[in-house]
């Protein structure tokens, strides 16, 4: 099993964003960076939530720090993120850009919803295909410059083994409003988790020996809270639940261990752009395959040129901005 206390320590000031930070992976990953010696901000919706994990996790690496002599603790700091809106997604970022003024060293687009509804955000788009793809490109895209301030720039899109439940992804504002609502709810999942893993893919061509892009597979975790939707659904949500706890006698992880992979693809010293850029990964650790929309080059592109176009519609991207997504 893959020991995320083999992985270097910070040595120095370096900086980390961890989107959806208060529970789930998110907050084990927090807790990891934090051991490593990262100042770590939590990006989530919730200030109390995201207070309480930071006091969980300081309360916790206390503990480990003890038995594993090594470690180098870091900080923690909230900033608050909403997906659901790429005003205040776009807002975020640029106080990102206030704060820290030298760059940031790694992005985790963590923050996640599965299976829900079909339920539009603000901005017009499904919540599926908003929080789990077109804000966190919108997040990215906007940091980037800080990104190359780094010596060892890293981005993670967690993503899914989910992403094989996909269309095709011909047009990716298509909603599927149809019942059984379950279903067509797991279908929009596994799109804009395919379109997370293409967005690392388009990034990763255009900065090929710069910044290191990742998508990965953190594992079928038993006690995710991604279908916290319908907990409290009384007949779907009893059989989600009943599919998720099964999981722990066949081959599911716990959230600590699903934060593992997230871990490797931002601290691993031996991956490097020039020969891992844009690799999707799963436990523990291993190249993972992926289905063949998401390594589609003609897909890939599709997918990235939709993405650009509507955030550049929506008025949170200019032309020039994305003309300049290049280290040439």
Same mark, same amino acid.
Do not use: D, F, M
């Given at each position: 099993m893959f020991d995320p206390?083999? *992985?270097?320590?910070?040595t120095g000031r370096r900086v980390a964003i961890v989107t959806g930070a208060n529970s789930g992976i998110g907050y084990y990953t927090t807790l990891h960076l934090y051991l490593h010696g990262y100042h770590v901000y939590l990006a989530c919706r919730s200030e109390a939530r995201a207070s309480h994990a930071i006091a969980g996790i =300081?309360?916790?690496?206390?503990? *480990?720090? +003890?038995?594993? =002599?090594?470690?180098? *603790?870091?900080? &923690?700091e909230y900033i608050s993120l909403d997906l659901n809106s790429l005003k205040q997604t776009e807002e975020t970022a640029e106080i990102l850009k206030r704060k820290e003024p030298n760059g940031i060293d790694i992005l985790i687009n963590n923050a996640g919803v599965m299976a829900w509804p079909v339920t539009m955000t603000e901005d017009g788009y499904d919540i599926q295909s908003q929080v789990n793809h077109i804000a966190p490109t919108l997040f990215t895209l906007k940091l980037i410059p800080l990104l190359l301030k780094s010596a060892d720039p890293r981005v993670v899109f967690v993503s899914s083994i989910g992403h094989f439940l996909n269309d095709g992804l011909g047009d990716l504002a298509r909603t599927y409003d149809y019942?059984?609502?379950s279903f067509w709810g797991f279908l929009r999942y596994g799109n804009a988790k395919a379109a997370e893993i293409q967005t690392a893919k388009a990034l990763a061509a255009r900065y090929p020996t710069r910044i290191l892009f990742s998508s990965v597979h953190p594992g079928v975790c038993a006690d995710t809270n991604l279908t916290h939707y319908y907990h409290d659904k009384p007949v779907l949500g009893a059989v989600i639940k009943g599919v998720f706890d099964a999981t722990r006698w066949v081959g599911g992880i716990s959230s600590e261990e699903g934060s593992y992979?997230? &871990?490797y693809a931002a601290l691993a010293p031996q991956l490097t752009p020039e020969h891992d850029n844009g690799k999707f990964w799963r436990p523990w650790p291993h190249e993972a395959y992926v289905h063949p929309v998401a390594d589609?080059?003609? +897909?890939?592109?599709? =997918?990235?040129?939709? =993405?650009?176009?509507? *955030?550049v519609r929506k008025g949170f991207l200019e032309q020039a901005e994305i003309d300049a997504l290049t280290e040439f």
């Open positions: 206390y083999t *992985l270097p320590c910070a =300081t309360a916790a690496a206390e503990q *480990l720090a +003890k038995a594993n =002599t090594q470690t180098v *603790l870091g900080s &923690l019942w059984p609502v992979t997230s &871990l589609n080059s003609a +897909k890939i592109e599709h =997918t990235w040129q939709w =993405t650009v176009r509507e *955030l």
